[in-house]
């Protein structure tokens, strides 16, 4: 029980980290360039955008850290993670200092996700 306590908060940590640190008190002006390359929001919106954003990451992170509909959380996760990824790789890949790392990345914090949700086995029997 504590191992899943502990893999949520390491989640919720992220979704914070990124959410709050990075876009709603703008501590990284890469993630408002990300987002102000997205062609049909002006300034204003993609400052708004971003805003948002940050605060539904930080809604994200609450709801990893409370349990709750998991696996929804885990699919809600990985559908928010491939959208950003795909727009990212899309209108901005010149801001995206390593896009195959970025990826890869998401790819093992995915996995994380989906353990946390009971989806994935934490380990193989051999």
Known sequence: MLSLLL??????????????????????????EIVSSVPFLSPKQARAALFGLGLFECAVGLWVLSGQFAPLAAFAQTALLLAMNVCGLIWASRLIPDPAGMLFNNLAFLMLVWIAAGKVLPYAHA
């Open 7 to 32: 893999i949520r908060a390491s989640i919720a940590l992220v979704w914070f980290y990124q959410g709050l640190w990075l876009k709603v008190l703008a501590r990284e002006s890469r993630h408002r």
